[in-house]
């Protein structure tokens, strides 16, 4: 066992014991999730609780957005995330004493989250305050191919002797938590945001509707129950507006079990009456029940296998970043599998952090890796976006400019940030978009995507880049007064990354015109257009220290004052709840890959030896106070040949959560790092870029392991790539010959497989971080 | 009578009949002041009425100040001016018809503000609805010279019969106002602000004390009344929590006159106990009647004739003007005279704009004409912020830095800015008030307050900015990410005014310390601290755009898009309103003068040459959505030859208010505004500049005049300079020989007036303005 809890194996995230104080974060960790439904990893009984959470992907409710000082186009309602009908819930009574382990005894407790069966499995031995033993074993899946149910397997074994046990099973809403917020109006708004609207129960069945007051979004729950054996049960179901209860009796002999499946429906509309909704949810249930406990069980196997034969990564050498980097890839997954047109949020369905909001990192972090693992993930993701165009474009307009704006962060795709310096003007967030469409598009072939959304978003948002930037009086093409990745810097001229992600969106906003007329004529490009991008991205600013040999990261970064890093205590960090943002703004001290993350996404824009000079520069000066950071310096350490740094910073990406490392993760796991933890070997140390469409590797061992295996899908190829020391195997595993190229050299792989040997490299001294920010040395699990 | 409402005379403002709707502008120019107490120009019956508005300077209610985005060093608490109780009510009952504007028929109304009577007369001749006619005749005073004290005389006489009438004189707390505020908290706080403590009526004389709620200020209200005929009077009074009232009744005949004499006593405290403030009041009261009505009247006016006598400024050949500049000159005193270690608010008492928070434009617009022409008031206001400096050193303190950082706006010294960028980050208010200090030591030679607070201030504020600043890779003296005075830009680096203003603040500072050993000593400054300022100031970066021969307003402003100006329509002006600040700081587009009056106040810094080229370089491209932008540019024309538009400039500021240029009037006088009519005609056309602690005039007459006169005391000489065509005439009215420079030659004023040629100018062609933004032509009241 980790400091941290959570036992160590490669294919389950498993804790023994109960540790009321880690409730709250591992309720985040043992989250179950299909992308439209989330359940946090709750005990059954519902209590000790750290902080219940059952989301719908995109059920939101609104309130009013307050400023002390107002200013013209700043978004007046925010929208939160609500937890929603809880369907999760069954109480136990032994005799006349509920289970509740603040009492009495737990002999044993356990709970596994298995990342290949899909389920989140508790077992305890309790003994009640009076001395009476009951073994219980619940079993939870949210469904991957039945993405409105939920299932519930619970069974309850009398140890000692003859028991009456009683079995609650609930629809509970309006579930009261506590709130974080100092704002009344939004903590008004998340006070028992649901109005009862419908509810009934009979038999073994009940439903509840509801609908949020201000968002007027409707959400119905639906609960249907089988007992494995019916004799004897005496039962009793009822419904009131908030609650619907179905309470069975049983008398159960020593050694015999109770065992009762709870299948649950969830759906939710901004459209359908009571009536449709009830009917959606039944509906749903009616699968479930047909389908049976075994039969969701063996769907679930079947689709995760499915998924892990063209995901996994083995790592021969860790074994606890073996289990962090699958625990991380099957969270993806959850945020991912079944979203359907709706965003992938920060903290995917696993809590109430960010407001449930959906940031850029989806587009950059997050669909990477379901773009080469699960590319139907990634196109439902930026369907989403798309189907946001038209409040982008709206949004456009009410800045005075041209195309579409995306947001930075929302759920319904209309803008919610209230701090526009690191909101609204953080406009890379339409780039990265359009970069993630390019990414998907080449990735997959997906032509029908390409010209139904794709090209769309590719289009409007060059559009927005020629109104945002202008030619200045040499030519140059200048994008003023932006926010880029780093949240310590704002509103600043000429951002390297910005500005590099622009010019692809310019370049491939003319390429998906001209693939696509059609499309190109529908939203009535004109070719002089497609030239002003064009010309644009050929005289794109970007700004060089030639004194320094640097990128500064945004125009006059570099002649800004240091940050006094040795004037900086451990606790001051994170930095921002420490100083000012002013102070902040005007110093070189990055929050977050800014520079670097340019030098991966726009790697083909930096020399390599720029990017050693770049890498080294802004090492010194970067604290990763955001969980955005560590996987981005993996990968340019690893491009750099400093892969034991890079190795460091992998296994912070890929521990963020199951060590807390922001510790926040109470409030949901940090999707974009978990992604990260994909990014570091894959793009670290497997060296795979994208640029211009060709998939290239660059693939180096990193001394921490023997031999590192990632698994990947290009245009319906699945391969894998094994690294050793000195060399590299491509392997095909399904699909056509694919051309890849292995540090610079083109190769076909076809049904055999390919070894090549790996260059040596010569990093030169390993790069200094700020004082106390270097990341935690990964030697104790090294092979 | 102009189209504004006013007529137009040298010495007063009068308002004939009656415009309900422009009520409220009228209550603010119709405002009456002694820097410590404020009336608004309400109608004595109180309706129909504006914007009711009884002001203590200093006296406020805090408030929450909601973020939905909050960060680290945001104020939490806001404040906001309270209407205080209402003394100036005096309700009149004409037989059994109460005087109302809006019922029966005013055959005459007029308002008088006569500037040397220091009085607010109104005059009705009205007829009720059933045709009973009296003349009524009020006059109002704020006491110069009783700082407590406001008198009020209501006279009636009935017309045509015999009446019988009622007079009921009130102090009521809590009337009720209309807010125009969005938040709720704000609202709440502002909404019957005040908690009755005490009140008291007896005979004619009845006090109110009240407190507020969260700032836990005491103010205390107190009223006497005197008859002059007591026969056939029936009088009762009573007093409530909110409500104190004398009720005098009479049968009046006809050509008979009641009159009633109303005084009026105000104090308040953040310490003192409800018996020590009643006390306070009433002897205010005992003292005023001592004096009596005539007296008051006569204090009022011998305070005003010495004013004047230093202070006047004679245009001969606008009569507009002339009556706008004595306007102008007659709030300004108003605002200053008696605030007495209070701050003199940007629309000092006479409304509630800007929630009756001081700014910067104190120091640098307002303190200027009080410098020169009642330096006690500079005096005063400054010691209001040296009594403010420990909340400034803790502010500074809170940021990361040293010295003391005055606030962006606040009413007792505490910063109450929610929006940093454009509040906090303005760090050049902490020069300004430097900058102010050494003004009015050099004018006055004043050691003693030197000593005591202007020495403190310069070096608290020295400190600040070595702490802000760094020294480059090349030595020079950066200061980066600031915000300068134009609000359509902020956090730029190299703001020329903050730079400049800045290396003053900190050569000054070092003066400071050397000049007053003992004060540098109790700061604990070091030798090396003073030279570190004076390394910084010699150091200082001032960016140049040597390609276009222009000061960059900032560092890379000149690379900055242009604002498209063609495409902007006059009804999207003030462009704050509709586009956002993100667009606007990113943009060539200023809201008001910054390097312009950076060329003002720092004109020792500049050559001719840059002067004129970067005065039309600017001028193209500001907007003027600030009332704190035509006198500056007014200066800057007249300083390089523009003399009809700087005429125009000086014609804009001097009416801001009288023709409500900013839409806005009622909610308060621009009191910076008005002081820039002063600084148009003393600076501008006088060509007054005070760069090293020499007084330097380089006089020019406007085409539109045939002379201009303006009076003003240096180093306790008061002198006249007469511009007439081709040559200037200055005259000594009081005091020593002083030696003065005209257009780059010294002389020594004596006893005889010394005439002296105006040297011609070429300016070549006037500069252009963005397009629909030029200043009003001041062709029609030419001479």
């Known amino acids: 066992m980790t400091g941290h809890g959570y036992l160590i194996a490669p294919w389950e995230l498993r804790w023994r014991g109960l540790d009321i104080e880690a409730l709250q974060r591992t309720e985040s960790t043992f989250a179950l999730s299909n992308g439209h439904i989330g359940l946090r990893g709750?005990?059954?009984?519902?209590?000790?609780?750290?902080?219940?959470?059952?989301?719908?992907?995109?059920?939101?409710?609104?309130?009013?957005?307050?400023?002390?000082?107002?200013?013209?186009?700043?978004?007046?309602?925010?929208?939160?995330?609500?937890?929603?009908?809880?369907?999760?819930?069954?109480?136990?009574l032994v005799e006349d004493e509920p289970l509740d382990m603040r009492y009495g005894e737990a002999l044993e407790h356990e709970r596994v989250l298995d990342f290949r069966a899909g389920t989140l499995t508790r077992t305890t031995l309790w003994s009640s305050p009076?001395?009476?033993?009951?073994?219980?074993?619940?079993?939870?899946?949210?469904?991957?191919?039945?993405?409105?149910?939920v299932a519930i397997r619970y069974e309850v074994e009398p140890i000692d002797e003859d028991l009456q046990l009683v079995v609650q099973s609930d629809l509970l809403a309006n579930e009261p938590i506590e709130s974080e917020t100092k704002d009344p109006?939004?903590?008004?708004?998340?006070?028992?945001?649901?109005v009862a609207e419908f509810s009934e129960a009979q038999g073994y069945h009940a439903v509840l509707v509801h609908r949020t007051r201000a968002s007027e979004l409707r959400m119905a729950a639906a609960m249907d129950h089988q007992f494995d054996v019916d004799d004897g049960l005496r039962t009793r179901i009822a419904a009131e507006d908030d609650l619907a209860r179905l309470t069975a009796a049983a008398d159960v002999p020593a050694g015999g079990k109770l065992v009762v499946t709870k299948y649950l429906g969830y759906g939710w509309s901004a459209q359908r009456s009571i009536p449709a909704l009830r009917a959606q949810v039944e509906a749903a249930l009616a699968g479930a029940r047909k389908t049976g406990w075994q039969g969701l069980l063996d769907e679930q196997r079947a689709f995760l296998d499915e998924f892990w034969d063209t995901a996994d990564i083995t790592l021969d050498g860790d074994d606890e970043l073996q289990q962090a980097v699958r625990f991380a890839l099957f969270h993806v997954l959850q945020a991912g599998a079944r979203g359907e047109s709706r965003a992938i949020a920060?903290?995917?369905?696993?809590?109430?952090?960010?407001?449930?909001?959906?940031?850029?990192?989806?587009?950059?972090?997050?669909?990477?890796?379901?773009?080469?693992?699960m590319p139907d993930a990634a196109r439902d993701a930026l369907r989403w976006r798309h189907g946001t165009i038209g409040k982008a474009k709206d949004r456009a307009d009410q800045l005075g400019l041209r195309g579409a704006?995306?947001?930075?962060?929302?759920?319904?795709?209309?803008?919610?940030?209230?701090?526009?310096?690191?909101?609204?003007?953080?406009?890379?967030?339409?780039?990265?978009?359009?970069?993630?469409?390019?990414?998907?598009?080449?990735?997959?072939?997906?032509?029908?995507?390409?010209?139904?959304?794709?090209?769309?978003?590719?289009?409007?948002?060059?559009?927005?880049?020629?109104?945002?930037?202008?030619?200045?009086?040499?030519?140059?093409?200048?994008?003023?007064?932006?926010?880029?990745?780093?949240?310590?810097?704002?509103?600043?001229?000429?951002?390297?990354?910005?500005?590099?992600?622009?010019q692809r969106n310019l370049v491939d906003g003319a390429a998906a015109a001209e693939r696509n007329p059609e499309v190109a004529a529908r939203?009535?490009?004109?070719?002089?257009?497609?030239?002003?991008?064009?010309?644009a991205a050929e005289n794109m600013v970007v700004p060089y220290d030639e004194e320094l040999g640097v990128h500064p990261q945004s125009e006059g970064f570099t002649e800004h004052p240091d940050w006094d890093f040795a004037g900086t205590p451990a606790k001051n960090y994170p930095l921002?709840?420490?100083?000012?943002?002013?102070d902040l703004y005007r110093k070189q001290v990055v929050k977050q890959a800014d520079l670097v993350l340019a030098m991966h996404l726009r790697g083909d824009a930096f020399t390599p030896e720029q990017k050693a000079r770049n890498f080294a520069y802004y090492e010194e000066r970067t604290v990763r106070d955001s969980s955005l950071s560590a996987c981005t310096q993996a990968v340019l350490a690893a491009e750099v040949g400093q892969l034991d740094l890079a190795y460091d910073y992998f296994g912070e990406a890929a521990l963020t959560d199951l060590h807390d490392v922001h510790n926040n993760v109470r409030n949901g796991l940090?999707?974009?790092?978990?992604?990260?933890a994909w990014s570091a070997v894959v793009a670290g140390f497997g060296g795979m870029r994208d640029h211009g469409g060709v998939l290239t590797f660059a693939p180096r061992l990193p001394g921490a392991l023997r031999a590192l295996t990632f698994r990947m899908c290009f245009r319906g190829t699945r391969f894998a790539v094994r690294i050793t020391p000195g060399e590299a195997t491509y392997e095909r595993i399904a699909g056509e010959d694919v051309e890849l190229t292995h540090h610079g050299e083109r190769f076909v792989l076809g049904a055999d497989p390919v070894r090549l040997p790996v260059p040596p490299v010569d990093p030169g001294p390993p790069p200094r971080q700020p004082e106390g920010r270097a990341p935690a040395r990964r030697t104790g699990w090294t092979g």
């Open 523 to 535: 939203l009535q490009v004109r070719p002089e257009e497609v030239r002003a991008w064009r010309k």
């Open 185 to 194: 109006r939004v903590a008004a708004a998340l006070d028992a945001p649901l």
């Open 405 to 502: 704006a995306f947001p930075w962060r929302s759920i319904n795709g209309a803008e919610c940030s209230a701090y526009w310096p690191a909101g609204t003007a953080a406009f890379h967030v339409s780039a990265d978009i359009a970069d993630a469409v390019t990414r998907y598009v080449n990735a997959t072939g997906d032509a029908r995507f390409d010209a139904e959304h794709g090209s769309e978003l590719q289009i409007e948002t060059a559009r927005l880049w020629v109104s945002l930037g202008h030619h200045d009086r040499r030519g140059g093409f200048r994008i003023d007064g932006v926010t880029g990745p780093d949240e310590y810097s704002a509103v600043a001229d000429n951002n390297v990354y910005t500005n590099l992600v622009a």
């Open 42 to 92: 709750t005990l059954d009984e519902a209590e000790p609780r750290g902080l219940p959470g059952t989301y719908l992907n995109g059920f939101y409710e609104e309130h009013e957005l307050p400023y002390a000082e107002g200013g013209y186009g700043y978004p007046e309602e925010g929208q939160t995330v609500v937890n929603v009908t809880d369907g999760k819930i069954i109480r136990l």
């Open 670 to 676: 940090h999707m974009a790092s978990l992604a990260g």
């Open 576 to 582: 921002l709840l420490n100083y000012p943002y002013f």
């Open 130 to 149: 009076t001395g009476r033993r009951v073994r219980v074993r619940s079993t939870r899946l949210v469904s991957f191919t039945q993405r409105a149910v």
């Open 346 to 373: 920060g903290k995917g369905l696993t809590g109430p952090g960010y407001d449930g909001h959906a940031f850029w990192d989806t587009e950059q972090f997050v669909l990477p890796v379901l773009t080469y693992t």
